[in-house]
């Protein structure tokens, strides 16, 4: 029988978010973030190019348990796109 591995030991740190700025992976280890949920490393890199596509942004559905980290990976992008000084996707200056 294989041992399985809960999902809470494979979770990564916010610093294996390479498309995450410095900036805001350092605010996060600040905050005393030391994992991000799965849930938040699957949908961020996806929010993020979308968040420096000149095209609109698509819909995108998301589905965890509540208190999974649903929220952090939509605001992170708008963020990011605020701190470079862009609009974020989507929405007129």
Same mark, same amino acid.
């Given at each position: ?12 740190? @916010? *610093?294996? &978010?390479?498309?995450?700025? =410095?900036?805001? $992976? ?9 994992? /991000? ?19 609109? @942004? *698509?819909? &995108?559905?998301?589905?965890? =348990?509540?208190? $999974?980290?649903?929220?952090?990976p939509f605001?992170?992008?708008? /963020? ?13 200056r």
């Amino acid at each position: 029988m294989t041992a399985v591995t809960p999902i809470g030991d494979r979770r990564p740190a @916010p *610093a294996n &978010l390479p498309a995450l700025c =410095p900036e805001l $992976r350092a605010r996060l280890a600040a905050e005393g973030i030391e994992q /991000v949920f799965l849930v938040q490393v699957t949908v961020l890199p996806e929010l993020l190019a979308a968040a420096e596509s000149p095209l609109p @942004p *698509a819909d &995108l559905c998301v589905s965890a =348990p509540a208190g $999974r980290g649903k929220t952090l990976p939509f605001v992170l992008p708008l /963020v990011q796109a605020r701190r470079r000084g862009a609009p974020a996707a989507g929405c007129a200056r």
